[in-house]
């Protein structure tokens, strides 16, 4: 039966539980929420002892289901103060589940202030080792030193010098199969309550571990199957498709023709130099390039989809994983950089220093409009991540901290946020449902939380009008169906698929059952996810939320955004029923 290990970072002490009955069908985030819900008090300060991370692999982790290798991290984010889970790709979900494991619990906080420590599990079980080798190291080189202490394919989890000084733009690394320090649960500042527990990594080796009891095999098989055949039928995640050939910054134009792509601090929907930045443009240079740059790859084992890429230098040499295109437009248009090469600069320089490359983006923009750098400056912006936040300076802790902290010290008033959280890289006032789970999602601006864009923008699972403002039910629905699919472990691109494809959302749940032995049909994706929303939100409400937290800036409901000129109207009425519980189904207390 799978275990919780629960590691107590005051004594370094581990031990393993049974698994509570009340967790035995949840997984992801699910696990990761009802985890916080139930053991962390919703005032507590996030970086105190009282606080906790856990970390998650989905339902179907470990097992041999396509893209399934997300694993999720939770606890109370230091950035906005609410409930918080970020997902990443990488190796940790597999080998923390084939372990035998359905979460690890950190919790305490070590007495001597400066020291870190490394846990490693293993199948003989679990050790807190000291880690001052370590510290003040970028994760690159954690990456490297611990492959070479503990053995090639062994999962690394860590954190930067950023984490190490909890600076709240701090995320947690988890290495590739290249052993690259590249896929990150960024948003949060979850490296930040990494770091307050005093642990700068963990090495997870599944060699010979128990593997993943699944309780319907034959069920598991089909279901998977009718997963896979979706997946790799749909125009956007099919091999050749648009995620596999151009990877996710394919959306850079998409949105920018529409007018949705923030540029310069939010000032704009459109970025005159995008031709030189999209998905198209990269893929070209990477292809011409013809060296270790590659597009086409894979997050982590399994995955199917294969949307991310390695970016080459230009002598052909290996430089940097990975230009998404939420990175690619936090540290691009929204800094008002035009130039890849520049833009790999800065995502390498976030993912050693261990940043959130949406929130730096975020902060470095409000920076700019504050004078600190003029915008297009990204010299300046790489000098600012590499010396000034890896060194924890005055200014480095500022910018270090997010776009809101940045926006007060520098006096700015058109600060992107929500609930303190930089919005990622779609314009609220242009597309006006990813501006209601902006504001009204559990976890501050947030676009995984429920991505509307699919419809509105990318005409998957029906179309909607991105100008219209009734989309209080869509956000809602995209929320609870999302809140299931981080909960399961899948990669949440496989919504493109299902979403158009029933056959593919049949297999997607049909496989979760088979793994649980429950008889979940695709009629329990929306009170399941309801039940993980409800529970965030009222600890959201015990640590003093409310509704009126549910909003956007109000320069966005003034000021019209070029090209369409349109500002974000719609009313606080809708944002509220979005989470207006006596619309949504009767589900489990």
Same mark, same amino acid.
């Given at each position: 039966?799978?275990?919780?290990?629960?590691?107590?970072?005051?004594?370094?002490?581990?031990? /393993?539980?049974?698994?509570?009955?009340?967790?035995?069908?949840?997984?992801?985030?699910?696990?990761?929420?009802?985890?916080?819900?139930?053991?962390?008090?919703?005032?507590?300060?996030?970086?105190?002892?009282?606080?906790?991370?856990?970390?998650?692999?989905?339902?179907?982790?470990?097992?041999?289901?396509?893209?399934?290798?997300?694993?999720?991290?939770?606890?109370?984010?230091?950035?906005?103060?609410?409930?918080?889970?970020?997902?990443?790709?990488?190796?940790?979900?597999?080998?923390?589940?084939?372990?035998?494991?359905?979460?690890?619990?950190?919790?305490?906080?070590?007495?001597?202030?400066?020291?870190?420590?490394?846990?490693?599990?293993?199948? !003989?079980?679990?050790?807190?080792?000291?880690?001052?080798?370590?510290?003040?190291?970028?994760?690159?080189?954690?990456?490297?030193?611990?492959?070479?202490?503990?053995?090639?394919?062994?999962?690394?989890?860590?954190?930067?010098?950023?984490?190490?000084?909890?600076?709240?733009?701090?995320?947690?690394?988890?290495?590739?199969?290249?052993?690259?320090?590249?896929?990150?649960?960024?948003?949060?500042?979850?490296?930040?309550?990494?770091?307050?527990?005093?642990?700068?990594?963990?090495?997870?080796?599944?060699? !010979?571990?128990?593997?993943?009891?699944?309780?319907?095999?034959?069920?598991?098989?089909?279901?998977?199957?009718?997963?896979?055949?979706?997946?790799?039928?749909?125009?956007?995640?099919?091999?050749?498709?648009?995620?596999?050939?151009?990877?996710?910054?394919?959306?850079?134009?998409?949105?920018?023709?529409?007018?949705?792509?923030?540029?310069?601090?939010?000032?704009?929907?459109?970025?005159?130099?995008?031709?030189?930045?999209?998905?198209?443009?990269?893929?070209?240079?990477?292809?011409?390039?013809?060296?270790?740059?590659?597009?086409?790859?894979?997050?982590?084992?399994?995955?199917?989809?294969?949307?991310?890429?390695?970016?080459?230098?230009?002598?052909?040499? /290996?430089?940097?994983?990975?230009?998404?295109?939420?990175?690619?437009?936090?540290?691009?248009?929204?800094?008002?950089?035009?130039?890849?090469?520049?833009?790999?600069?800065?995502?390498?320089?976030?993912?050693?220093?261990?940043?959130?490359?949406?929130?730096?983006?975020?902060?470095?923009?409000?920076?700019?409009?504050?004078?600190?750098?003029?915008?297009?400056?990204?010299?300046?912006?790489?000098?600012?991540?590499?010396?000034?936040?890896?060194?924890?300076?005055?200014?480095?802790?500022?910018?270090?901290?997010?776009?809101?902290?940045?926006?007060?010290?520098?006096?700015?008033?058109?600060?992107?946020?929500?609930?303190?959280?930089?919005?990622?890289?779609?314009?609220?006032?242009?597309?006006?449902?990813?501006?209601?789970?902006?504001?009204?999602?559990?976890?501050?601006?947030?676009?995984?939380?429920?991505?509307?864009?699919?419809?509105?923008?990318?005409?998957?699972?029906?179309?909607? !009008?991105? /100008?219209?403002?009734?989309?209080?039910?869509?956000?809602?629905?995209?929320?609870?169906?999302?809140?299931?699919?981080?909960?399961?472990?899948?990669?949440?691109?496989?919504?493109?698929?299902?979403?158009?494809?029933?056959?593919?959302?049949?297999?997607?749940?049909?496989?979760?059952?088979?793994?649980?032995?429950?008889?979940?049909?695709?009629?329990?994706?929306?009170?399941?996810?309801?039940?993980?929303?409800?529970?965030?939100?009222?600890?959201?409400?015990?640590?003093?939320?409310?509704?009126?937290?549910?909003?956007?800036?109000?320069?966005?409901?003034?000021?019209?955004?070029?090209?369409?000129?349109?500002?974000?109207?719609?009313?606080?009425?809708?944002? !509220?029923?979005?989470?207006?519980?006596?619309?949504?189904?009767?589900?489990?207390?």
């Amino acid at each position: 039966m799978p275990k919780f290990l629960r590691v107590n970072m005051t004594d370094q002490s581990t031990r /393993f539980e049974d698994v509570p009955d009340k967790y035995r069908l949840w997984g992801g985030r699910g696990l990761t929420s009802g985890i916080i819900s139930d053991e962390v008090p919703p005032t507590c300060h996030p970086l105190s002892p009282d606080n906790k991370l856990i970390i998650a692999p989905g339902i179907v982790g470990g097992t041999s289901a396509p893209t399934s290798g997300r694993t999720s991290f939770g606890g109370k984010s230091p950035l906005t103060g609410t409930i918080k889970e970020a997902n990443s790709g990488g190796l940790s979900s597999q080998q923390i589940a084939r372990l035998g494991l359905k979460a690890i619990i950190i919790e305490g906080q070590p007495a001597e202030k400066g020291k870190f420590w490394l846990l490693k599990v293993t199948k !003989d079980g679990a050790r807190v080792l000291p880690a001052d080798h370590l510290k003040g190291k970028g994760m690159y080189e954690v990456c490297d030193l611990l492959w070479k202490e503990h053995g090639e394919g062994v999962a690394i989890i860590g954190i930067g010098p950023a984490g190490e000084m909890r600076a709240t733009a701090a995320g947690i690394c988890v290495n590739d199969r290249e052993n690259t320090a590249s896929r990150y649960a960024g948003r949060g500042g979850l490296g930040a309550v990494m770091g307050s527990k005093g642990l700068k990594a963990i090495v997870v080796d599944d060699k !010979d571990g128990p593997g993943v009891a699944i309780a319907d095999e034959k069920k598991f098989k089909a279901a998977t199957r009718k997963l896979t055949d979706a997946s790799l039928k749909h125009d956007l995640t099919k091999k050749g498709g648009a995620l596999n050939a151009y990877g996710t910054n394919v959306l850079a134009g998409v949105l920018n023709e529409a007018g949705g792509y923030p540029t310069r601090n939010f000032s704009s929907g459109r970025f005159e130099l995008t031709h030189q930045v999209s998905g198209e443009a990269k893929a070209e240079i990477i292809h011409k390039r013809n060296g270790e740059g590659m597009t086409g790859h894979g997050c982590h084992p399994g995955c199917i989809i294969q949307c991310s890429d390695r970016w080459a230098n230009p002598d052909g040499s /290996f430089k940097v994983s990975v230009m998404e295109y939420e990175s690619v437009w936090a540290l691009g248009a929204n800094c008002g950089i035009g130039d890849l090469d520049k833009i790999a600069d800065l995502i390498w320089a976030c993912n050693d220093v261990g940043l959130d490359t949406i929130e730096m983006g975020g902060a470095i923009g409000v920076a700019m409009e504050g004078g600190l750098l003029p915008f297009g400056d990204a010299d300046g912006a790489i000098k600012l991540i590499n010396e000034d936040v890896r060194r924890g300076t005055p200014l480095g802790r500022i910018v270090g901290s997010g776009a809101a902290l940045t926006g007060k010290a520098f006096g700015v008033s058109h600060v992107p946020v929500v609930k303190g959280q930089s919005m990622p890289a779609y314009e609220p006032r242009a597309v006006k449902g990813i501006g209601v789970t902006y504001a009204t999602s559990t976890m501050g601006a947030d676009h995984t939380a429920g991505y509307t864009i699919a419809t509105e923008i990318l005409g998957v699972g029906g179309r909607a !009008d991105p /100008f219209a403002v009734e989309k209080a039910e869509l956000s809602r629905n995209f929320q609870a169906s999302t809140a299931f699919i981080d909960t399961s472990g899948y990669c949440l691109f496989d919504a493109f698929c299902v979403l158009d494809i029933p056959e593919g959302l049949a297999g997607m749940v049909e496989s979760c059952a088979a793994v649980l032995g429950t008889d979940w049909t695709v009629n329990d994706i929306g009170p399941l996810g309801l039940e993980v929303l409800r529970k965030e939100r009222l600890f959201n409400e015990a640590a003093g939320f409310t509704k009126a937290h549910d909003r956007l800036p109000d320069y966005m409901t003034k000021e019209p955004l070029p090209p369409h000129n349109t500002v974000f109207d719609v009313s606080p009425e809708l944002l !509220d029923a979005v989470y207006d519980f006596s619309r949504w189904p009767a589900v489990e207390k």
